[in-house]
């Protein structure tokens, strides 16, 4: 179904409205690719009946429509530096600064925008490998998405195998995973240090945390700039004193003020929010 200048219109500030991706008049592509088999399916004639529907109640519709608007590309262990940043820096300090305190062997990461799951899983092997005696903590790692369908597949922890070749060291596949018929499956020990949660990052989110470690990575380059920047200066809200925050590798918070110096460790960039810098959320 084309795409005319009308539809642009309305589609983009229902998008922005349940998700706030910024849609311009050059993502007419997107549109088509992504959305016309959505209003085909829901039996609309046009673009504006979508938005119609979608904005008067029919929450099934909304569902669709975010799931096929929202790109949902992930993978395991993506971009590298940010797990070794974890193994030989974060986790390091934070098992160091909890170690000697038997009330605070409590660890927490909070993956907003997790997608299908990879990017908790990846953080839950890092753990394992690091932590022989990992029961003897309490280890938290929360995966949210505003995507129905990546949270449940998250939720099940089941990938193909397409899937596990973007990322799985091979060394781990087995001792982390197991068949589950055409497909693998995460196993119990790992699937047991996550939760899955759908979470509009756009909503209020000050019941979560705090978190020692947030990533937040590829989800806010989608977003304006005034949405961008009140999401991550909500995010150091939620986080501890302490607390570690990854972005995306195209990412960057330089510009978003003091309160956001970039740290780099094994090449790659962290921020540890600093609350003197501190600016109000907008
Ligand atoms: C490109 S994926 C990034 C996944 C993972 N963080 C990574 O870097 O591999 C972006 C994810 O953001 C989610 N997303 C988009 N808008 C969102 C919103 N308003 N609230 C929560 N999640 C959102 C999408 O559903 C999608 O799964």
Same mark, same amino acid.
């Given at each position: 179904?084309?795409?005319?200048?009308?539809? %642009?219109?309305?589609?983009?500030?229902?998008?922005?409205?349940?998700?706030?991706?910024?849609?311009?008049?050059?993502?007419?592509?997107?549109?088509?690719?992504?959305?016309?088999?959505?209003?085909?399916?829901?039996?609309?004639?046009?673009?504006?009946?979508?938005?119609?529907?979608?904005?008067?109640?029919?929450?099934?519709?909304?569902?669709?429509?975010?799931?096929?608007?929202?790109?949902?590309?992930?993978?395991?262990?993506?971009?590298?530096?940010?797990?070794?940043?974890?193994?030989?820096?974060?986790?390091?300090?934070?098992?160091?600064?909890?170690?000697?305190?038997?009330?605070?062997?409590?660890?927490?990461?909070?993956?907003? +925008?997790?997608?299908?799951?990879?990017?908790?899983?990846? =953080?839950? &092997?890092?753990?394992?490998?690091?932590?022989?005696?990992?029961?003897?903590?309490? &280890?938290? &790692?929360?995966?949210?998405? =505003?995507?129905?369908?990546?949270?449940?597949?998250?939720?099940?922890?089941?990938? *193909?195998?397409?899937?596990?070749?973007?990322?799985?060291?091979?060394?781990?596949?087995?001792?982390?995973?197991?068949?589950?018929? +055409?497909?693998?499956?995460?196993?119990?020990?790992?699937? +047991?240090?996550?939760?899955?949660?759908?979470?509009?990052?756009?909503?209020?989110?000050?019941?979560?945390?705090?978190?020692?470690?947030?990533?937040?990575?590829?989800?806010?380059?989608?977003?304006?700039?005034?949405?961008?920047?009140?999401?991550?200066?909500?995010?150091?809200?939620?986080?501890?004193?302490?607390?570690?925050?990854?972005?995306?590798? *195209?990412?960057?918070?330089?510009?978003?003020?003091?309160?956001?110096?970039?740290?780099?460790?094994?090449?790659?960039?962290?921020?540890?929010?600093? %609350?003197?810098?501190?600016?109000?959320?907008?």
């Amino acid at each position: 179904m084309p795409v005319t200048p009308q539809d %642009m219109l309305e589609l983009a500030k229902l998008v922005k409205q349940l998700c706030g991706l910024a849609l311009d008049d050059s993502k007419g592509y997107l549109i088509e690719s992504r959305l016309s088999q959505v209003a085909a399916e829901a039996g609309c004639d046009n673009y504006v009946e979508l938005c119609r529907r979608a904005l008067s109640g029919d929450r099934q519709l909304r569902t669709k429509v975010v799931d096929a608007i929202t790109t949902h590309e992930t993978l395991f262990f993506r971009d590298g530096s940010p797990f070794n940043v974890l193994k030989h820096r974060v986790i390091p300090d934070i098992i160091d600064a909890k170690a000697n305190s038997p009330l605070s062997k409590r660890i927490r990461f909070w993956c907003a +925008a997790c997608s299908t799951g990879q990017e908790c899983y990846s =953080i839950a &092997i890092v753990l394992s490998e690091l932590l022989p005696n990992i029961a003897s903590w309490n &280890i938290n &790692i929360l995966g949210t998405d =505003i995507a129905d369908s990546s949270i449940a597949q998250a939720c099940r922890g089941t990938y *193909s195998n397409y899937e596990i070749g973007r990322g799985m060291p091979p060394n781990y596949l087995h001792k982390y995973m197991q068949r589950d018929g +055409a497909n693998w499956k995460v196993r119990d020990s790992l699937r +047991a240090l996550v939760q899955f949660e759908r979470r509009n990052l756009l909503e209020p989110f000050h019941d979560l945390g705090p978190f020692d470690v947030i990533f937040c990575r590829n989800v806010a380059i989608y977003f304006d700039p005034t949405t961008r920047r009140n999401l991550f200066h909500r995010l150091a809200e939620r986080l501890t004193p302490t607390g570690y925050l990854f972005v995306g590798a *195209s990412e960057s918070l330089t510009d978003l003020g003091p309160r956001f110096a970039p740290k780099m460790y094994c090449r790659g960039i962290f921020y540890q929010p600093n %609350m003197a810098g501190q600016q109000v959320a907008t």
